[in-house]
């Protein structure tokens, strides 16, 4: 298991056991890696996406903060409600999280700058 596999799921320990939650979700309408390829698009996956009464949370795991997975995040998010998957949720609002290992001033100021929830793992 790697480090983010196991940052996943220590952090997922925390979350309620009744909540439906999904590990290493494909997101988008287009499932067919060829089908992909046609369409010039590549093929996502979020690190954990769970759904509660209020909100869809996608979260993004990542050993080093990475501005990159701020633009992750937002893509998750654009395509969340065309993924077959998650329709009955799709019309919830979205929340977005980052989990990295260090604290980053650059990252999270653009986190803060797109709403998105940036956190330090713990174990």
């Known amino acids: 298991m790697g480090v983010e596999s196991l940052m996943r799921s220590i952090w997922a320990k925390w979350l309620p056991e009744n909540i439906p939650r999904w590990y290493n979700v494909r997101v988008g309408e287009i499932h067919d890696k060829e089908f992909a390829k046609i369409k010039n698009v590549m093929l996502r996956y979020a690190d954990l996406i769970y759904a509660e009464y209020n909100a869809i949370t996608i979260v993004e795991f990542k050993i080093k903060p990475d501005p990159g997975a701020i633009g992750q995040l937002l893509a998750y998010a654009q395509e969340l409600p065309n993924t077959v998957e998650l329709q ?36």
């Open 88 to 123: 009955p949720w799709r019309n919830l609002p979205i929340k977005l999280i980052l989990v990295t290992t260090l604290k980053d001033i650059v990252v999270e100021k653009l986190a803060i700058q797109h709403g998105i929830e940036y956190q330090i793992f713990n174990s």
